[in-house]
């Protein structure tokens, strides 16, 4: 990078305890910073008594170590927030992402599309899976593949191999894009955070690997998908984004199946980008999404 000052732009996330002077304290950073404001959203949660706060902005001539500098300050204002998380994203380096799948193409076909068509600011890593069968689709796309089959006795295994993809290719998220095997406690809580699921059911009705069965035995009007965090407690994780589509009568399991495609690649989709975009915060077992 040249040390020719250029345009940066950031994202700054914090969530802090509700108090007064947050606001201030915030833009105050960046007045101090001669910061551009282009998006700037908070959202006050009485329940928990907590604040979270976007802010996009802009600098004309940042330096070549601009984000260090903006994260040491900014590490100086937290405490007197009384931040509980906070961080400064610089927008020109999008978050790493390893994409996880098994047999069925639809969520990841349409996360590729997305990010070949520049709607997904990602960089995609790897593509992970449990089959052989999507290494073309992946390879297409220029992605490595691993493929990592799971059985009871392999399962540990697997699951270190694939702590050690994600410290290799740095990825900041796994995306689960129908990913059809549970992760197990230790794996769920070493990437907190960190782990996105699309579930093929409106949760929280019909968990589980098999929710249009289930919605076809019920006999539902209305089917959906729902983007989650990954959680030790199966398809129990804080919610990012869900949708629905109607259905009848004349619906099979299949038919379902076939409408939940486009529900589930749409909502896991508008999910992560979302998280992408930096709008996305746990606030306990919900999630605050800042629009
Ligand atoms: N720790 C978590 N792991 C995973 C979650 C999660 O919420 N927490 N979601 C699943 C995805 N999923 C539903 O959305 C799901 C996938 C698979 C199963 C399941 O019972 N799988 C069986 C194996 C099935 C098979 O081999 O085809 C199993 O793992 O024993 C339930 C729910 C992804 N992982």
């Not at 004349?250 to 992408?276: C, F, I, K, M, Y």
């Amino acid at each position: 990078m040249s040390d020719s000052p250029s345009p940066r732009r950031y994202a700054l996330t914090l969530a802090c305890r509700s108090a007064a002077g947050q606001v201030a304290a915030v833009a105050a950073f960046l007045g101090r910073h001669q910061a551009y404001v282009e998006q700037f959203t908070v959202y006050d949660d009485p329940p928990t008594a907590r604040f979270f706060v976007r802010a996009v902005f802009r600098r004309a001539e940042a330096r070549a170590d601009e984000l260090v500098r903006l994260r040491e300050e900014f590490a100086v204002l937290a405490p007197q927030c009384e931040a509980l998380q906070w961080q400064v994203h610089d927008l020109a380096q999008p978050l790493r992402v390893l994409l996880m799948v098994s047999k069925l193409d639809h969520c990841l076909v349409e996360l590729l599309a997305g990010w070949k068509h520049g709607e997904l600011p990602m960089q995609p890593v790897a593509v992970v899976s449990n089959h052989e069968t999507l290494r073309g689709l992946a390879e297409a796309h220029g992605l490595p593949f691993h493929c990592l089959p799971v059985t009871p006795e392999t399962k540990a295994a697997q699951e270190a191999r694939l702590l050690e993809l994600v410290h290799d290719t740095g990825a900041d998220l796994v995306v689960l894009a129908r990913y059809m095997q549970v992760l197990s406690d230790s794996l769920c809580e070493r990437l907190a955070g960190r782990v996105i699921n699309i579930h093929h059911g409106f949760l929280p009705a019909f968990k589980g690997a098999r929710p249009y069965h289930q919605a076809f035995e019920r006999g539902v009007k209305i089917i959906g998908a729902t983007a989650h965090f990954a959680t030790p407690d199966l398809d129990e994780g804080p919610i990012i984004d869900q949708a629905t589509e109607r259905v009848d009568h004349a619906h099979g399991p299949e038919d379902l199946l076939a409408v939940g495609r486009q529900v589930e690649s749409t909502v896991l989709s508008r999910a992560l980008r979302q998280v992408l975009e930096h709008r996305v915060f746990i606030n306990g077992q919900r999630t605050v999404v800042l629009r």
